[in-house]
């Protein structure tokens, strides 16, 4: 805990701190650990200055990634160039599409020490996928990774800043396959295994279909390219979308299976029940299951710190220690974070590191009665059915109180029916299309993977039953606004207190747990526009009005979530503006927020339509460049959205107030944006 709240502390600086302090974390927070374990008189003063080493720590080896991972990052406004680039990977389809992972060789636009070493771009319509490893060229654009999309939201410029992901574009000719020299090194080795990661994938969508087969290719291989939108969704509303990412689940399902399966051969012979430990070599065998799928899995980020916590179990089983317990999983936390320190932002490895923590402390507490002797075997059977039940309302209950906080705050999203669907859905997943995956996808390049992948399609097409049907039910899905920044961390520290402390003085963690949930949201914004100024929103009562629905769709859907919004329809933004093309301006005496905009870089149509708009409007969002509003009226223009990013609009009594995101990123390696 101190080690992660080091590297918290790191990400919440407004400033990005020299290199060198980094080293000097680290080498304070060693002599401190030092001297305090050899000299201290007291415990107390021991545990002190230990954890504040470890807070040091973790603060350093924030600051030593960064620098780690530092790479050349992509300048906006260089115009539509040519690429000669690697396919790295099939990334994930986003909204505008399919999209690579490319290698840039060589960009027209930029300089060699300008160019991104990974880019990721949006393919046209149609487009048919390359395999990895192909060489490429095709002309698009490419600008800097998108910063939040409203102040305060998730940034994801810094996932990309740390995934090497220095430019994101679009293509606009279709990709033309090139000679070029063979790549070296772990790049090639990368593109390789991505190879055999697509063609599995490939091999696994022909043999299933489409609609079972893409969700299987995506559980196995980590490609969701095949995956159906309509089907992702129905199982984001029923609470249900952690089967689709390669997680803390799959890898426990997959090690747990080669584990049971090695121990269970094991005691079926007995030449090797009598001199080989069983408990042991199933743990090898685990890790090993465990570091293939890691592999097969492409390591995304999710993946490897499942795998971490999944191995650091197997290796306390080797070291005859408890492998369920806060201990080891305290080990394998702290190994996460000293490898990534950006994990304790991510979204992902909160909820994942509550909820395992949450089930390790159920784990500890449930009561454990003493076994009858010679139980007639109906009652035996009916007292183990009653047991499994109650463990499974106790785990998905107390996982998803655990990850209630984080849902909420991070995604804006409650799934009512969440219990009841991962009650269905955990022992089809856990029992039958895991490991039924597992060995389909090891039979499969042999041919033999019919039998193993037929069932998987039977598990995979109950799943989307369930989901389909408790995403169709009334009020599936609540949106819930998020609550100030820092009653997250609250709920954190509460969660972990309840799952550490035991005895009464546990129920003290119970209000903190609370803070996401029952803290007062604070008043929406009037109005919200994109980092560029090509979208805008106004609120209504309980609605978001977008001025373009067909623009920057993503990001205003995700603002109006994060204000606890819905979306209005054309109708509602009918009734209070007067938009066409490019522009929106109020109705005179509308009961609407006297916002306008001009959502287009275009001078002459901003010189044409800037007067009027300033008569109708108390704010004109503009996206190119605009002089001022005689009538007075507040003009934000790309000079404003170039240096502070997304805004929200707030009307007080004493005018209009505008909260910019940059403001709140500060000034680090990942919010920079080269012009």
Partial sequence: MAFGLGAASYFALPGEPVAAVGGAALLVAAAAAFASARWSPHRAVTVAVMLAAFLLAGFGAAKLRTEAVRAPIAPDGTGVQTLETYVVDIADPGQGGARLLLAPI???????EETPIRVRMTLRDGEVLPEPGQAISVRGMINAPPPPASPGSYDFARDAFFDGIGGVGFALTPLRAIEAPPPEGRLALAMKINAVRWALARRIVDEMGVESGGLAAAMVTGHRAFVPPEQTEALRV???AHIIAISGLHMAIVGGFAFGAVRILIAAWPWAALRVSSK????????LAVGAYLVISGLPSPAVRAAITAGAAFCAILLDRRAISLHTLAIAALVILALQPEAVMA????MSFAATAALVALAEA?????????????IRTVQTIGVWIAASLGVSFVAGLATGPFAMQHF??????GLVANLLAAPISSFLMMPALAIGAVLAPLGLGGAPLAAADLAIDTLTRIAATVAAQPHAQLVVPSAPAWTLAVAFIGILWLCMWRGPLRWVGLPLALAVALYPRPAP???WAAADGSAVAVRTGDAAVLF????KLFAAELWARRRGLTPADADVRNQGYDCDRWTCSPKLGAEAPAVAAIMTRRASTIAAKLPELCARAEIVIVRGLAGPCESGALVLDARDFSRGGSVELYRTPEGWKALWAQDLRGSRPWSWRPQ
């Fill in 366 to 378: 449930w009561p454990r009665p003493a076994r009858e002797i010679n139980t007639p075997w109906p």
């Fill in 412 to 417: 804006n999203r409650v799934a009512t029916f």
């Fill in 525 to 527: 914004p009037d109005a």
């Fill in 280 to 287: 042991k070599t199933a743990a090898v065998a685990g890790l």
């Fill in 106 to 112: 060589r960009a027209s636009a930029l300089a060699p």
């Fill in 238 to 240: 029923a609470g249900l």
């Fill in 548 to 551: 373009r629905p067909d623009a």
């Fill in 347 to 350: 979204p992902g490895f909160q």
